[in-house]
């Protein structure tokens, strides 16, 4: 350093001389020029003194734990919501530096349309009874995967992940990652790798529902309010009410085999011009047979799609069965009259039983007499 200041002085003192020499009727500007940029290079010299060789000085970087990027996060509003309602041990790990965990977090548009989808609930803050709250926190440690921090390019086609919450997701890698819940339906990253000081986060399309909170969150209608739901079935609505059987089905496990509005319409129009509605069924033995017609649907146990087999079914009515034949199509149901009747579609779940629909009124015996 004594070296290098010692040969700048020597050098500006023979700078000087020779511009004294050759212009002095220029003044001392010259001079005064090369003192500044050897002031300069002495300035710069002083500043890199203590550096060693090939290093630049930079800041240290420091990453924001997980609790406050979500926090930090104008799209993640609702997931802070969230979180501030359970209460729970995954608020803790989200804020935990000292561990590393994986997070799927739900962006607001995502929340929005899980609340959507809600009969009970339109916001997370409706989370409020314990049991709620545990339901909340259950769905919200799905999302968390704790011991580790599984950046994008670690998520393999096929794996399977344990979550906090000790259900499984599944991961699918078409192009984009997707994480598979118990509903089946894909949650999209859309965005990937947001490294924070204890871990990673992924922001998600949907929000992911554990199997041990669906029936909570989604709870299945009743027979009766499903047939009433439906618009295709509505003719067959119609008829349950006006036989007075609305409260039949209430108590016990049922399938019923449903004829759709197209099929209830080809009935009228065989039965002829006295019969445009289940209104018309007047008298009481039109009454009695409409009773029958809707009883011959139905079974006293559940019977889905896979275990129905060729056989004989005993309806609710005593003594009266149909039977389930080989169709040209697939499997058909025959009852008494010459036609069968095809599966519309199968597996309509209900809180207390399962809906098939098909494609003709079924006509139990007793109720043909009757309508002959």
């Known amino acids: 350093m004594k070296t290098t200041k010692g040969f700048l002085k020597n050098l500006a003192m023979l700078l000087m001389g020779v511009s004294m020499a050759i212009g002095c009727s220029k003044g001392n500007d010259i001079a005064d020029d090369v003192e500044k940029e050897i002031s300069k290079e002495e300035d710069k010299t002083e500043e890199t003194a203590g550096e060693t060789p090939g290093e630049e000085a930079t800041d240290d970087e420091t990453l924001v734990n997980a609790a406050e990027f979500i926090q930090s996060e104008d799209s993640l509003t609702i997931a802070v919501e969230a979180l501030e309602t359970i209460d729970d041990a995954l608020v803790e790990k989200l804020s935990d530096e000292n561990g590393k965990l994986t997070f799927f977090v739900p962006s607001n548009k995502a929340f929005t349309e899980f609340l959507a989808s809600l009969k009970e609930y339109t916001d997370v803050l409706d989370f409020d009874e314990e049991l709620e709250k545990e339901i909340l926190a259950q769905v919200l440690k799905y999302h968390a995967i704790i011991g580790g921090a599984n950046f994008s390019t670690e998520l393999s086609n096929g794996s399977i992940l344990e979550t906090m919450q000790s259900e499984e997701i599944k991961i699918t890698v078409d192009g984009d990652v997707y994480i598979i819940d118990t509903t089946?339906?894909?949650?999209?990253?859309?965005?990937?790798d947001i490294e924070v000081a204890n871990g990673v986060l992924h922001i998600i399309d949907k929000v992911l529902i554990p199997e041990s909170v669906l029936e909570a969150l989604f709870p299945k209608?009743?027979?009766?309010?499903?047939?009433?739901?439906?618009?295709?079935?509505?003719?067959?609505?119609?008829?349950?009410?006006?036989?007075?059987?609305?409260?039949?089905?209430?108590?016990?496990?049922?399938?019923?085999?449903?004829?759709?509005?197209?099929?209830?319409?080809?009935?009228?129009?065989?039965?002829?011009?006295?019969?445009?509605?289940?209104?018309?069924?007047?008298?009481?033995?039109?009454?009695?047979?409409?009773?029958?017609?809707?009883?011959?649907?139905?079974?006293?146990?559940?019977?889905?799609?896979?275990?129905?087999?060729?056989?004989?079914?005993?309806?609710?009515?005593?003594?009266?069965?149909?039977?389930?034949?080989?169709?040209?199509?697939?499997?058909?149901?025959?009852?008494?009259?010459?036609?069968?009747?095809?599966?519309?579609?199968?597996?309509?779940?209900?809180?207390?039983?399962?809906?098939?629909?098909?494609?003709?009124?079924?006509?139990?015996?007793?109720?043909?007499?009757?309508?002959?």
């Open 221 to 372: 209608s009743s027979l009766i309010d499903l047939v009433n739901e439906s618009d295709d079935l509505s003719m067959f609505a119609d008829a349950i009410a006006e036989a007075g059987l609305e409260g039949r089905f209430n108590d016990g496990d049922y399938t019923v085999f449903a004829p759709t509005n197209t099929a209830i319409e080809t009935l009228f129009k065989t039965l002829g011009d006295d019969y445009n509605s289940f209104q018309d069924f007047s008298s009481i033995l039109e009454k009695q047979a409409l009773k029958e017609i809707i009883l011959g649907h139905v079974l006293e146990q559940v019977i889905a799609r896979n275990d129905l087999k060729v056989g004989v079914l005993p309806t609710l009515i005593s003594g009266d069965s149909i039977e389930v034949v080989e169709g040209a199509g697939g499997l058909a149901i025959q009852d008494a009259s010459d036609e069968q009747a095809n599966f519309v579609e199968f597996d309509i779940e209900a809180s207390n039983g399962i809906i098939h629909t098909i494609d003709k009124i079924l006509i139990p015996q007793k109720a043909l007499l009757l309508l002959n």
């Open 184 to 192: 089946e339906m894909q949650a999209k990253i859309t965005t990937a």
